[in-house]
């Protein structure tokens, strides 16, 4: 088991910058996966970005690519999400979760930090 709690949601006019933390309760095994997926109400849960726990090879959704940077501490087993130029379709629930496919299957999930850009 493993538990994933998120952090560093707000409230942000748009064009800010926001980080989100993600602290694991363990150190993630070394085929694990980790991701950042966001959610807008009455919408479907959607990939925004992932890395490697091993590798740090990051992936992204084209909506957040130059403007996202997802990152990782092996050390103090978090996972960030750096977030600027933020826009109002930004706003939405964000989940950190693990698992060992990039674009699906994940297994273990946070609570959720909520994310609100204003204009």
């Known amino acids: 088991q493993m538990q994933l709690t998120e952090s560093g949601g707000g409230l942000v006019q748009a064009g800010g910058s926001l980080r989100l933390s993600c602290a694991a309760s363990r150190r993630p095994y070394s085929s694990y996966v980790m991701a950042w997926l966001r959610q807008i109400p009455g919408q479907e849960r959607e990939f925004v970005a992932a890395?490697?726990?091993?590798?740090?090879?990051?992936y992204y959704a084209n909506s957040v690519k130059d403007r996202f940077t997802i990152s990782r501490d092996r050390a103090d087993n978090m996972v960030y999400l750096q977030m600027n130029d933020l826009k109002l379709e930004d706003t939405a629930v964000y989940y950190c979760?693990?698992?060992?496919?990039?674009?699906?299957?994940?297994?273990?999930w946070g609570q959720g930090t909520e994310v609100t850009v204003s204009s």
């Open positions: 979760a693990a698992g060992t496919n990039v674009w699906s299957d994940y297994f273990y």
């Open positions: 890395i490697r726990w091993s590798s740090a090879r990051t």
